[in-house]
């Protein structure tokens, strides 16, 4: 679900699908406001963390302009804080880093309404969705690999100790003559020194 999520929510959103990201998804205890969210862009990582024991729907505007946001069960609050996070992704993928440029993509109001955004999408066509991201996915089974005999492996391990050998014969073969050749041609000035 989680990978089918993302998916669609980098297709919304325009994060293009070559940047590779570790995203962790989770419940814990205590989160603030309920729900927390980090991405990390030296690490390419995305958090997302939903109280344990919220409540719905919760308030996620952060300010008077934002005073009707909410989320009405874990998965619109799930799909807002993905989207969020992936946002931010969007915007360093975008803009250089410390940019103004990347200021400007990277600002929270910005930011938020995109999160709102998508999550209004998400609402339009949520049974659609879920329905779609709920399917297991389908299980390939490979063809079982015929395992070779014991025979037969030690058979190919023959053939690959005889190639081996063969070569340092060959190798051996070549030194010898060169070195004969050698002591010969030293045997050849010792005489004609001593004649």
């Known amino acids: 679900m989680v990978r089918r999520a993302v998916a669609w929510i980098a297709g919304e959103i325009g994060l293009r699908r070559r940047q590779r990201l570790t995203i962790t998804i989770g419940y814990r205890q205590r989160a603030k406001d309920g729900w927390q969210g980090w991405y990390r862009h030296g690490s390419r990582s995305v958090e997302v963390w939903i109280g344990r024991n919220q409540t719905f729907p919760v308030r996620i505007g952060r300010n008077r302009q934002e005073a009707g946001r909410t989320a009405d069960d874990v998965i619109e609050l799930f799909v807002r804080v993905l989207a969020h996070e992936l946002e931010h992704a969007r915007a360093y993928q975008t803009a250089s880093r410390g940019s103004t440029t990347g200021r400007r993509l990277n600002s929270e109001p910005r930011v938020r309404s995109i999160d709102y955004r998508v999550l209004l999408a998400f609402r339009q066509r949520r049974d659609e969705l879920l329905a779609e991201w709920m399917v297991a996915p389908a299980v390939t089974t490979r063809p079982a690999r015929l395992q070779p005999t014991a025979g ?34 030293y045997a050849r000035a010792a005489t004609a020194s001593a004649g």
């Open 152 to 185: 037969e492996r030690r058979a190919h391990r023959a053939g690959e100790l005889l190639a081996a050998w063969e070569r340092r014969l060959r190798l051996a073969k070549t030194k010898v003559a060169k070195y004969r050749r050698r002591v010969a041609y």
